[in-house]
């Protein structure tokens, strides 16, 4: 199984550039979560979905936006990058955000650097 | 708001010591979830354990073990007779139940290096 897989692996952007970070889970859960990983800080929520059609605000959002067409998908895009973007991105889902079973699975990453 | 501190950034130990990484939470919610993740060098996020609030069993998976002590606050993670693939970094990792706390909030992560 493939679980969740990000697309690209990594990528170098010029500031005021913008990009999509693709992610395609196929493990049909409600939820989907995008983070970015920095040294020393952890994982950070950026943005996430309960359910297909509905997104949330995380704990990082300004300069991203993101939207839920399906169960699959859930791409995040920089829609004006800036060198503070540059970071580790990591696509996640769960059965639910709600309920005992929820722990959340993680694709492998995209490596971000924004010049 | 929700916490989760990790306060040891580093630890190297040599290999088959035993190691104990800490983790200590803040929540108001009365149920909640705390996980550990691994994230050995090659990036990826690996889900090890999640305990619910209400059970305060430890559990113990082959070397590993989790202690949970809700009149501390902590869910600290053991490695027993440490090995070299053990390397990596570990987050733990909180979950609440009431509204605006179902999100994971992690921990800054401590890096264990096992030494050869």
């Known amino acids: 199984t493939a679980g969740i897989t990000q697309a690209p692996t990594s990528q170098i952007l010029a500031a005021g550039r913008s990009m999509t970070l693709r992610c395609t889970q196929d493990?049909?859960?409600?939820?989907m979560y995008w983070y970015r990983q920095d040294l020393g800080l952890g994982l950070r929520l950026i943005h996430y979905s309960n359910t297909a059609g509905t997104t949330g605000k995380g704990e990082v959002p300004d300069g991203y936006s993101v939207s839920r067409a399906n169960t699959d998908d859930f791409p995040l895009t920089l829609a004006s990058a800036v060198p503070s973007q540059t970071s580790v991105y990591f696509c996640?889902?769960?059965?639910?955000?709600?309920?005992?079973?929820?722990?959340?699975?993680f694709g492998p990453g995209t490596r971000l650097t924004v010049l | 708001a929700q916490k989760v501190t990790q306060a040891q950034t580093e630890i190297s130990v040599v290999e088959k010591e035993d190691v104990t990484l800490d983790c200590v939470y803040e929540t108001r919610d009365t149920t909640y979830y705390l996980f550990w993740y691994k994230q050995p060098p090659s990036g990826e996020l690996v889900f090890l354990i999640r305990r619910n609030s209400f059970d305060e069993q430890n559990e113990i998976s082959g070397r590993y073990s989790w202690n949970f002590q809700k009149s501390t606050s902590s869910f600290n993670f053991t490695i027993t007779a440490s090995q070299v693939v053990d390397s990596a970094v570990y987050f733990c990792a909180l979950r609440g139940s009431n509204f605006g706390n179902e999100k994971l909030t992690f921990g800054t992560g401590t890096r264990l290096t096992i030494i050869p």
């Open positions: 996640a889902s769960s059965e639910t955000t709600g309920g005992p079973y929820n722990e959340q699975f």
């Open positions: 493990m049909r859960h409600n939820a």
